[in-house]
């Protein structure tokens, strides 16, 4: 099984700095976004979420307000046909030191554990922060980094783009 490893939040739809998350009801999603998750299923991905979200261990925002505004991500993702596999999560602070935020391999991990059929060769991630791009080094994926300039990433599998939308018209050539 292809799958899309893909961050959420600059990547999907957009992101804030860590306070105002706690003001945030509905999400925003990026240009281009919605389009380009329905031709990576048509390409034959199934779509992963992988996401940080220390912002929850931090007090900002509680377990059930990150699932209610997720949810309601993923509702507006299926009225639009785009179906997401699974989503992965991690709720640490980097003073935690769990296996699961990236750049560490847990949540990736997890998806194997899960979905044994998955082929990390056929698969590869899209983010836009380091971290990213370190989960998939772990693994040997290529990476799309949204807005990480190449100069400032020595990993060989990593690609530069602007939007999700770019990463997939790269894959498709």
């Not at 991500?73 to 997401?84: D, P, S």
């Not at 979905?115 to 899209?126: C, W």
Request: glycine share 6%; hydrophobic share 35%.
């Amino acid at each position: 099984m292809k799958i899309a490893f893909l961050d959420r939040d600059g990547t999907i739809i957009s992101d804030y700095p860590d306070q105002e998350w706690r003001n945030k009801l509905e999400p925003e999603f990026l240009q281009g976004s919605m389009l380009a998750l329905k031709k990576l299923t048509i390409l034959g991905y199934r779509l992963i979420i992988v996401t940080n979200q220390g912002m929850i261990n931090d007090g900002i925002i509680t377990d059930e307000q990150f699932r209610r505004f997720h949810g309601k991500m993923l509702k507006e993702l299926e009225r639009q046909g785009i179906e997401i596999l699974e989503t992965f999560y991690c709720p640490h602070r980097i003073e935690e030191n769990c296996t699961c935020k990236k750049p560490k391999p847990g949540m990736i991990k997890q998806a194997l554990e899960k979905y044994p059929t998955i082929d990390l060769s056929e698969s590869f991630m899209v983010g836009d922060s380091a971290c990213d791009i370190g989960l998939a080094e772990c693994f040997d994926m290529t990476v799309y980094g949204i807005g990480l300039q190449p100069n400032e990433i020595s990993y060989a599998k990593y690609k530069w783009v602007a939007s999700l939308a770019e990463a997939v018209e790269d894959i498709k050539e």
